[in-house]
């Protein structure tokens, strides 16, 4: 499991750095068929996370329902993040991995119960969720890469 820890951290810090040069408008834009911006993908990694390892697990997420409630998978963008909000998420994308690390290696999240994503993964296991996270993380650093096209090429015109 380090090696997945490393993995989902590598990736959470490429994405802090590929957003890292963008204004707060540009984080928010929902591009022309999109239905959501950067700022959403950013908070919802760190809510997917929340509830496919914490809620699954039957333990307590380490984030605020508010944020699992406007972020988790089936939402959209409902308001305009703000900079004080965005440098909160920015806070939570590496400290959350850090304490999931914590607790699992803890043995606090050892109780999973079994279930099957929306893109068909069984997952059966702690392990498993986590090895799912990294395809999930994929998933949304290659949504962010396309929104990231669109917001800024716009910024250059």
């Known amino acids: 499991m ?6 989902l951290r590598k990736t959470r810090k490429s994405l802090l750095d590929l957003v890292s040069d963008l204004t707060i408008e540009q984080l928010n834009e929902v591009p022309t068929g999109f239905n959501n911006n950067i700022a959403w993908n950013l908070a919802h990694l760190i809510a997917a996370q929340q509830g496919v390892c914490y809620l699954r697990s039957g333990n307590k997420m380490i984030i605020d329902e508010a944020l699992f409630a406007n972020y988790k998978p089936g939402t959209k963008p409902e308001d305009v993040m703000n900079q004080e909000e965005l440098e909160h998420i920015k806070g939570l994308f590496l400290s959350t991995i ?29 392990e498993e969720a986590t090895t799912f996270l990294l395809y999930h993380e994929g998933l949304h650093l290659g949504y962010i890469m396309a929104l990231k096209r669109l917001v800024a090429v716009k910024e250059n015109v």
Do not use: C, H, V
């Not at 380090?2 to 993995?7: A, I, L, T, V």
């Not at 999931?100 to 296991?125: C, H, K, M, V």
């Open 2 to 7: 380090k090696e997945q820890f490393e993995m």
């Open 98 to 126: 850090d304490q999931f690390e914590t607790d699992y290696n803890n043995q606090l999240i050892s109780n999973y119960t079994p279930w099957t994503t929306r893109y068909g993964a069984e997952l059966n296991s702690i």
